[in-house]
Nanobody
Framework: QVQLVEFGGGLVQPGASLRLSCVVS????????MAWIRQAAGKEREFVTA????????YTADSVEGRFTISRDNNRNNVYLQMNNLTLEDTGTYYC??????????????????WGQGNQVTVSS
């Protein structure tokens, strides 16, 4: 069973940076497409960014383009989300999600089979 655990959330001020990490166990990480998805209080889940298993594709939502960067380390079974220039609108619970190679588009949240427990990011002045 694939398991995902997120780390690195917290409380920061607007304009600050934060890096989230997600550790994956129980599966062949090199075959997993990985994504970050977030949910603000009272709102629907929102796709943030994703990286394909072969690292040839990265898809990022317009709302975070140029500020957030996804990367992966297949030797450490980790995926990272570097978040720069955070704004109040970035506040929410951030989830790491994964699926094995599939026909789903990277930005299709319904295609992810495995999810972490979520990690809170709060941007506040």
């Amino acid at each position: 069973q694939v398991q995902l655990v997120e780390f690195g959330g917290g409380l920061v001020q607007p304009g600050a940076s934060l890096r989230l990490s997600c550790v994956v166990s129980g599966g062949d990480f090199s075959r997993l497409n990985m994504a970050w998805i977030r949910q603000a209080a009272g709102k629907e889940r929102e796709f943030v960014t994703a990286i394909s298993f072969h690292v040839q594709k990265i898809y990022t939502a317009d709302s975070v383009e140029g500020r957030f960067t996804i990367s992966r380390d297949n030797n450490r079974n980790n995926v990272y989300l570097q978040m720069n220039n955070l704004t109040l609108e970035d506040t929410g619970t951030y989830y790491c999600a994964a699926n094995f190679e599939s026909s789903y588009k990277l930005e299709d949240m319904t295609g992810y089979d495995y999810w972490g427990q979520g990690n809170q990011v709060t941007v506040s002045s």
